[in-house]
């Protein structure tokens, strides 16, 4: 078996033919700003991905997701990171419609039937803020929702069909955190240019504003925190699924540097092969993580905490095999071409995302000693 050819597998499974329009555009074209990647994607029937058979989707299980996703990672991190974020979004769609048995449902449709790409304006995780806390308020007025804020960065801002946001919606008890869907095309949205780095432009990272933007009701999903400030079961599941695909997605990056080492045959075999079973180590664990999504039984804080666990030792793994890489593609790699520094700086990029290491480190050793995970 050939190294990522599980993953390939899988993405040749869900999306035949997209490996290959990905692998035949340089690294450059897949990654550039309004590139080809996300229109391949999109016709290749990708939004649909894990949307529930059911709903008309490809119903890709979590482990079969996450596969897919190192794939994509492997040939295109901005598309990686997008789709990510599209996937996460859907994922939650789907557990709100499982709690609720609302009019979700008609969502994950129309997301299947319509190639929709779904953005996620969820909290930014600002410095000494909660990730929970949004910077979007919800208010009510009449027979509407309306919305005010922005969120930045905000992947897919650019091609989202539509933007699944945390808001605190403001209610006679004091302000509760709910999640709006809103379609891109509503009046007082409006996308302002955000970032300001070459790594994973393709992304579409920009600001997304909302102004008055009005919504019905049933566009908007409350969540609820527990007593202890654990998370609900939407939230829990959300979380999980955002962990572990990101956790595959830059694992794909750092495997696409892998992939060149192993291909060049110049490192010492003991190094390449030190590298490889790290990644493959690693990706066993993403795998693992996943697994219980697919299980009949609940899931809940232990799960969560495995994701979590999961993704640090994910981004422990990339720190130390990329430099591994980098040193033995050697010197002339590194100046010939921006490919190897360009898939560095992006693999790099796991430790940005929420939670941090800092602000969980309290609450995953509160965790292990008995008491409630708490996302902060």
């Excluded at 990647?37 to 949307?51: D, I, R």
């Amino acid at each position: 078996m050939r190294f990522l050819e599980r993953e390939r597998q899988t993405l040749e499974k869900f999306l035949p033919g997209l490996d290959g329009r990905l692998a035949a555009l340089t690294l450059q074209e897949r990654e550039r700003p309004q590139g080809p990647a996300l229109a391949l994607f999109k016709e290749a029937g990708g939004s649909g991905v894990v949307v529930p058979s059911e709903h008309r989707g490809l119903g890709a299980s979590a482990v079969e997701a996450v596969r897919l996703q190192r794939a994509i990672g492997s040939r295109s991190p901005s598309l990686a990171v997008a789709t990510t974020m599209h996937h996460f979004s859907v994922a939650g769609l789907i557990q709100a419609y499982e709690v609720t048995k609302g009019m979700e449902w008609m969502l994950l449709e129309a997301v299947a039937d319509q190639g929709l790409l779904m953005a996620s304006g969820f909290a930014e995780g600002r410095s000494g803020q909660s990730i929970l806390a949004s910077s979007i308020t919800a208010r009510q007025d009449g027979d509407a929702i309306v919305l005010n804020g922005s969120k930045k960065p905000c992947s897919l801002s650019a091609s989202m069909d539509l933007l699944t946001a945390s808001v605190m919606l403001d209610t006679e008890g004091g302000p509760q955190l709910a999640v709006a869907v809103v379609p891109a095309a509503t009046p007082g949205i409006s996308v302002h240019p955000f970032w300001g780095t070459a790594a994973l432009a393709g992304a579409e990272s920009d600001e997304i504003r909302l102004e008055d933007v009005r919504v019905p009701p049933d566009m908007v999903v409350r969540t609820e925190l527990g007593d202890d400030g654990s998370l609900d079961d939407i939230q829990t599941v959300g979380f999980i699924w955002f962990e572990l695909m990101m956790a595959a997605s830059y694992l794909g990056m750092a495997s696409a540097l892998a992939e060149r080492v192993l291909d060049g045959g110049r490192a010492d075999p003991a190094e390449r092969a030190r590298i490889l079973v790290e990644l493959e180590a690693a990706m066993g664990g993403v795998v693992g993580a996943a697994a219980p999504l697919d299980a009949d039984g609940p899931v809940g804080q232990a799960e969560l905490l495995q994701s979590l666990v999961c993704r640090f030792s994910v981004q422990d793994t990339i720190d130390r095999v990329v430099p591994r890489c980098l040193e033995a593609l050697g010197g002339m790699s590194y100046v010939s071409s921006d490919e190897t520094s360009y898939l560095a700086a992006c693999a790099a990029a796991l430790k940005f995302h929420p939670p941090s290491r800092a602000s969980s480190a309290a609450a995953l050793c509160m965790a292990f000693e008995g008491g409630p995970l708490v996302i902060g």
